[in-house]
Structure formats: C-alpha cells, structure tokens
C-alpha cells in the first residue's frame, strides 16, 4: 500500500502508543514523564515543549480511544471513535516546512498538548486508512501469545504477524517441532523427519535382519569406523 511519508510515521506512532498499554507487555509503557519524553523522541514529535504529570493522564486517554479504533468490528464504529476524538482535538490543518522537511500537514493547534498532537495527527491518519477503504490493516498479532497491534502495509494484506522474525518464527518452530512428535508417535517418521523404516506384516523391520545385523560390520552408515 502506498502512503506518504508523515502518515507512516503517524502510524508508527499510534502503534507503539497502543502497544504501551500495559495489558500487551504485562508492564506500563508510559507510566512517567521520562518514558513520555522518550516517546516524543523517537517518533519526532515536533512543537511539544514540556510534559507534566498531567499529560500522561491525557495520553492514556487517547491512547484508550486509539485501542478502541484497532478493536472497532465495522467502519462505522471506528468512525465514531474518530470523529468525536479529532472534533475535541480541534484539529486545524496547515502547511508547514520545519526542521528542514519538506511541505507536510499538520492537524493539530500551535502549542498544543502531545495528547491533542497525537489524537489529531494519529486520528487523521487512520481516518485516510478509512476513506481508502483499508480499515482492515489496522490488526492485532495472530501469536497466540501475543496482542500486538500493528498496521498491515503489505500489498496483498498478508502480514499476520507484529514481527516475522519474533511472533512469526517462534509459531513456525512450534508447528514444526509439533509435526514432529506426532510422526515421531505414530512412527511415521525417522530421526530426520523422514518416513521410518518399513515394516513387513511379521512385524519386521524392513532393514537388515537380525541374523544379518549380527555379522554386520562395526561403523557408520558406510561401514567406516567411526
């Protein structure tokens, strides 16, 4: 899917601010000023001068309206959420150039907290995303395990995991390692994941027999010693 440059980096930004709840790490991702701070760096988020106590109350009210979106079953209960949140951010779109970048919109006021930055800037980006007929990229991780929420950017919509070098890996290695205790049970399979030897209607091995294997030489597969 293509999208602009800033609306990427809002949706990289609603994201980690949802996956900071602490019912996703089993910890709070924003529980102080010095982790809000963080935040606000990482993701550029321009025209914040000072954070308080208060605006991590601010922010995890937002952040609770962002986790409602990414849960909404249809676009009309997700364009409720959104509309109410970006009215009350008084989004006001403008041009501006700061810190050396190119042209880009803005939708929230001058001086305005990073609650109301980021439900303005965040809440317009997925209101595109809903115009665009894409509200389904806005996912949840199919781990088990895991309740990530990530955007789906792939061009077929395919993407089904937070991380497919994480979540996704981990559940391939499960499946497999799965696949083979049960051909290990059943003895359809050998220590390579193979079929296992074969076995005759007495009840044989398909392999050498046992007076057979009484003179076999000592060795490896190859009668090589070892």
């Given at each position: 899917m293509l999208i602009n440059?800033?609306?990427r980096c809002a949706l990289d930004c609603v994201v980690e601010l949802v996956n900071s709840a602490p019912q996703i790490e089993?910890?709070?991702?924003?529980?102080?000023?010095?982790?809000l701070r963080a935040f606000v760096e990482r993701h550029k988020v321009s025209d914040v001068a000072r954070l308080d106590h208060e605006d991590i109350g601010a922010v995890h009210a937002v952040r609770a309206r962002f986790t409602q979106v990414f849960a909404a079953p249809d676009d009309p209960t997700a364009v409720a959420v959104l509309n109410e949140m970006i009215a009350e951010a008084g989004t006001t779109p403008r041009l501006t150039d700061h810190d050396g970048?190119?042209?880009?919109?803005?939708?929230f006021s001058p001086g305005a907290s990073l609650a109301t930055?980021?439900?303005a800037d965040c809440g317009m980006a997925i209101a595109f995303l809903v115009l665009a007929g894409e509200r389904e990229r806005l996912r949840r991780c199919d781990a088990p395990a895991c309740r990530r929420a990530f955007v789906?950017?792939?061009?077929?919509r395919s993407r089904r995991y937070c991380d497919s070098r994480t979540c996704g890996n981990r559940l391939h290695v499960a499946a497999y390692r799965a696949r083979?205790?049960?051909?290990?049970?059943t003895g359809d399979a050998g220590p390579?994941?193979?079929h296992g030897p074969r076995t005759d209607h007495a009840g044989q091995s398909g392999g050498p027999t046992a007076e057979h294997a009484g003179t076999a030489r000592p060795g490896g597969p190859d009668g090589a010693g070892a």
């Open positions: 440059h800033d609306t089993g910890r709070e991702g924003l529980g102080d000023v010095a982790r970048y190119d042209w880009h919109m803005h939708y930055h980021v439900a789906d950017l792939s061009r077929n083979r205790r049960e051909a290990e049970e390579d994941g193979g």
